[in-house]
């Protein structure tokens, strides 16, 4: 017990990533004692991810494991853990084509497997999972539902889509309590440096030029950092059971052009854009419709885009 608080032991796999180590250090911030994976991808460099780890390393209640899924014994890293956080996953729409897919099934199908397969003989209360928006694809009418029919229109999109059917599998066949959280465009400090607002804010402020897909009108519900933590925590302390779906998104959406305004606004500095053509895999709206997590998971979005992005503005400048 931690101030009258039970404490709880957590798995978190893709602990060093940006979505994953924020959540454990909120975790090990109530308390909980937590077991992090990560395998260190060589998607963007290691040296990111091992900053962001600093905090977690420095609290006795944090055991780090520096391995892949796919390389470890799954039952091992289970061990008296309540909850699983599994953030781990190649990430990337537009680099998941041709050779590459063998990764995405490797890393964000078969290790989710694996992880699921070993629960089945483990003291695991619910399996929590990170989805995306992209299963969605090109829908026909906004906001996005858990109940529409999922289209994804990219191999990234459609290896997520299978994680949340294998974790309806093991509920299905195996009572493994499981919610799936589908989410929209992440941002804030510790954003990857593939992603497209951590690009753009140092381009700005380096006066380079920015290539734009499309013409900027594409639409996306952009998500704070925090709220997606706060959507996880909430996963966690549910009474919701069976294989449950939620889109966990950011109350509202902007278009890039509109985007890259307020970044000029809050860096001071005029864009240089370049628009291209549009990429496939691109998806030309998101906007979710986040009733389903607002009743049965108490979810609200806090953060609006604009301080949202001030936020992360601050973090890169701080280098």
Not at 31 to 45: A, E, N, S
Not at 106 to 129: H, W
Request: charged residues 25%; aromatic residues 10%; glycine residues 10%.
């Amino acid at each position: 017990m931690v101030g009258g608080r039970l404490t709880l032991k957590a798995l978190v796999t893709g602990c060093a990533g940006f979505v994953g180590s924020h959540l454990t250090e909120a975790l090990l911030g109530m308390g909980h004692k937590v077991t992090g994976i990560d395998c260190f991808i060589d998607y963007y460099p290691r040296e990111i991810k091992e900053k962001n780890l600093r905090n977690a390393k420095k609290n006795k209640d944090f055991e780090f494991v520096p391995e892949s899924i796919l390389d470890v014994e799954p039952t091992s890293l289970l061990k008296d853990v309540d909850y699983v956080f599994h953030q781990a996953a190649q990430a990337g729409v537009r680099n998941s084509w041709g050779d590459n897919f063998r990764i995405y099934t490797d890393n964000n199908i078969l290790a989710t497997q694996r992880l699921l397969e070993a629960c089945r003989d483990s003291t695991v209360k619910r399996f929590i999972y990170a989805s995306s928006s992209s299963v969605y694809g090109d829908v026909q009418s906004l906001p996005m539902k858990e109940s529409d029919v999922p289209r994804p229109v990219s191999p990234y999109g459609l290896s997520k889509l299978a994680g949340e059917e294998l974790c309806y599998l093991y509920w299905k066949n195996y009572k493994i309590p499981s919610i799936s959280l589908r989410y929209f465009t992440v941002y804030g400090p510790r954003q990857r440096p593939d992603m497209a607002f951590n690009k753009f804010i140092k381009a700005i402020d380096s006066r380079k030029e920015i290539e734009i897909y499309g013409d900027g009108e594409q639409t996306r519900d952009y998500t704070y950092i925090s709220d997606i933590v706060g959507a996880n925590i909430l996963a966690m302390g549910s009474g919701i059971e069976g294989s449950t779906i939620y889109n966990i998104g950011g109350g509202a959406r902007t278009t890039l052009n509109n985007c890259i305004k307020t970044l000029e606004e809050l860096i001071g500095k005029k864009a240089r854009l370049r628009y291209a053509g549009t990429q496939k895999g691109d998806v030309e709206h998101t906007y979710a419709d986040t009733s389903r997590a607002a009743k049965d998971l108490g979810y609200k979005p806090k953060i609006s885009l604009k301080e949202g992005l001030k936020k992360e503005v601050e973090w890169i400048k701080s280098g």
